[in-house]
RNA sequence: GGUCCUGUGGCCGAGCGGUUAGGCUGAGCUCUGCAAAAGCUCCUACAGCGGUUCAAAUCCGCUCGGGACCUCCA
């Protein structure tokens, strides 16, 4: 089943076949989270897209090194290349220290990725953790020619590398029009390009987070981050890279100039970029103030939330859209997601108690080459999930006696569901948990008993009582022709 | 202003030159004591105007809407 994987480049604007350095094996680096703040469910968006892609490869066969790192310092608020970074600014505003802010908000995203069914990557490096490599790489930039030192802070000259190296070919654009589209430069700026970007910025006398540096006390520049601990665990080249949208133009193209002038070779085959989460029409950012946390998410209390969704039901609803195009949020469509989860669900128990027969009514095989087809397709999981839906409606079928499936088609069958459902999109039955309560089991059989006793008397009236009286503490009664199944509604 | 993406049925969302996307909603039928669940059937759309082509939602041009990036953001 190892079909040609195709990945949407995002160098070349095109599919391309993927083709690993080292065959069976797949580097592949993510951009993490800044940990000033909760994450809102926008940023989880891209986490789970990677999460799906990185399940997929393990699914294949790949033995994949994932490093997605947590950005813990020098990250600024603004260009200005100088001032306090967000863990500074944060930890001032609620008189706490640098690393507590790190701390709170690196359990609080796990938290959240363990919430969404995320996989951990293989490697989650800080920044603060290898400034070492950071300086180390700055300095043979610096000996190379492409950055210069003033005043304790190193710049990199754009523009010395743009003569021998392109610098915007990940969004396509030239220096000069870059040049054009950035604002002049202030008096009190020191770097000589306007398009120069910090790769150590000189630490203020009331920086909290600074390390000692060829330059003096200091702390790194944001995009010598990734460059150094992708490098250090990937290889000056490796497969993939990805990260969001809104970090090709700025941060992603001055990674790949630093890595550039560094290594003089490309660092990364394939970028990979996901689209945005919007609200309304508009992208969910903190600084637009409509984002909202996936734990108001989960609770619904959040004013534009109409009710709560459980994590598998937000997970599924992504990955009913491609990683590439924007996904706009609404109560609608995610309710929708639900419903459509639980039909997915319900069809993977119908599955357990299928009755074989010498032939199967439906392609089984089939079915299952249209899901790698899909998801060879630069991970076309929309289109994965309407194939599994075709799986649940011939598990029903067959439930219903309409079709038959043979035994071995059977076996594949729930192959490529559990395959597909639980260890791809990383779905997991969330509602299953009730059916290990062995003590209310024992009460179910005890109240679905009285109710066949009732329905044999012909009293309805008590029948459908006590079927109207669990429903209202959300245990849902299904009759079906094997009998009464029950399931806790969430 | 520059760079780019985008406009699909009631809603969400795939497709991107010829073939059923799929989910949700709504209607009907089957099953059923009634429901629910499940199955089947129906509601057949591609912003507008031109052009290319035997053939366009899909390619090209224009018009009108949305949005992103160019400044921190996944």
Redesign the pocket.
Known sequence: MQEELFIYNTLS?SKEKFTPIHKGMVGLYV????VYSDVHL??C??FISFDLIYRYLLHLGFKVRYVRNI?DAG?????RDEGDD?FAKKAKLEQLEPMEIVQKYTVGFHDVMREFNALPPSIEPTATGHICEQIEMIKSIIEKGYAYEINGTVYFDVEKYNKEFPYGQL???KLE??L???RELSGQDEKRGRLDFALWIKAKPETLMKWLSPWGWGFPG?HIECSAMSSKYLGDTFDIHG?????????HTNEIAQSQACNHKAPVNYWMH?N???VN???????AGNGFLPGELFTGSHPLLEKGYQPMAVRFFMM???YR????F?N??L???E??YA?LM?SIKTLENLKTSSSSTSNIKELQKKCYEAMNDDF?A??L??NL??G??II??V??G?ETISADDLGLLKKLMHGFIFDVLGLKDENSLASNDKVLEGVMDIILDLRKEA?AKKD?AM??KL?DELAKNRI??????EGVNWSIEQ
């Open positions: 604007r951009c993490g989270p800044t926008g940023n968006r891209t950005t990250h600024l608020e603004g260009d967000k969004t396509n654009r029009e870059l054009e589209g950035t944001w990260g969001g949208m809104d970090l090709q133009a700025t941060h996901t945005m989460l919007t029409g508009v992208r969910m950012s903190k600084s009913q859209t491609h195009s924007t996904l706009d609404s609608e469509a309710q929708a997601s419903k459509g039909r319900n076309n929309p289109i999930v309407a839906f075709e649940a409606r029903n079928s439930n219903d309409k329905k309805f029948s459908d079927r849902m009664i299904k009759d079906t022709k």
